[in-house]
């Protein structure tokens, strides 16, 4: 099956600092990647979708100078916290389409658990 | 507007016995599809089940397998013998073909417990 790495699983960094993390398909191109935050108990909410080699598009209230994103490739992208604060702390995720998958399902990484203090 | 609707927002069924979670959504798309994931604890998102808008025969993966109702936009998934393994948060999802704007509507989720 497809394979989704995130990377750091677990991170906590100070207030005011950047954190980055990483999603990568191990084996299949992604066009398409998809980046979601996860409150406590509640569903996963879009963020933004990542296309290669183009810029992400953003859900309405993200705001896309405080998460940056980059897919450079066909097999990475990052998802870059700026100048985290308290409130930026949650579970984020992201998930993977396969190129040329027609309706297929999202595979998704780990997540990473952000603790800004 | 696409919306997926969870109302169950907690569940519990008893080891070895048979539950079943609901999921109407709203879409005015012809090509669409709709999945159940299961997010244990570890929180890592796993896939249960999809099923195609344009099949009409009920998808089945083992025990797990759906009820869907295309015309009443029913998507729900029935658990039979229910595992202490299958605790967790399950999601219902509807996927869009629509031009460049292809994304996952989610619902709110149903947490199942199973007792043992």
């Known amino acids: 099956g497809a394979v989704v790495s995130q990377h750091p699983s677990r991170v906590i960094c100070k207030s005011g600092t950047s954190v980055k993390i990483e999603c990568r398909s191990l084996?299949?191109?992604?066009?398409?990647m998809f980046w979601y935050r996860q409150f406590p108990k509640q569903s996963l909410m879009l963020m933004a979708t990542?296309?290669?080699?183009?810029?992400?598009?953003?859900e309405q209230g993200v705001e896309k100078d405080k998460f940056l994103i980059n897919h450079a490739s066909l097999t990475l992208s990052t998802l870059t916290v700026t100048s985290a604060h308290p409130e930026d702390s949650s579970f984020y995720i992201c998930?993977?389409?396969?190129?040329?998958?027609?309706?297929?399902?999202?595979?998704f990484g780990q997540g990473t658990r952000l603790t800004v203090v | 507007a696409q919306t997926v609707t969870q109302s169950q927002p907690e569940m519990s069924v008893q080891e070895a016995e048979t539950v079943t979670l609901s999921c109407t959504y709203d879409t005015s798309e012809s090509d669409y599809y709709l999945f159940w994931y299961k997010q244990p604890p570890s929180r890592q998102m796993i896939l249960v089940i999809r099923q195609e808008a344009y099949k009409q025969q009920n998808a089945t993966e083992n025990r797990f397998s759906v009820n869907f109702q295309k015309a009443a936009k029913s998507f729900s998934l029935k658990i039979s013998d229910s595992q202490l393994g299958d605790a967790a948060m399950y999601f219902c999802a509807l996927f869009y073909n629509a031009g460049n704007n292809r994304k996952l509507i989610w619902g709110l989720g149903t947490s199942l417990a199973v007792n043992p």
């Open positions: 084996d299949f191109q992604a066009t398409t």
């Open positions: 998930s993977a389409r396969r190129t040329g998958g027609e309706g297929t399902e999202a595979f």
């Open positions: 990542s296309n290669e080699g183009s810029k992400a598009t953003y």
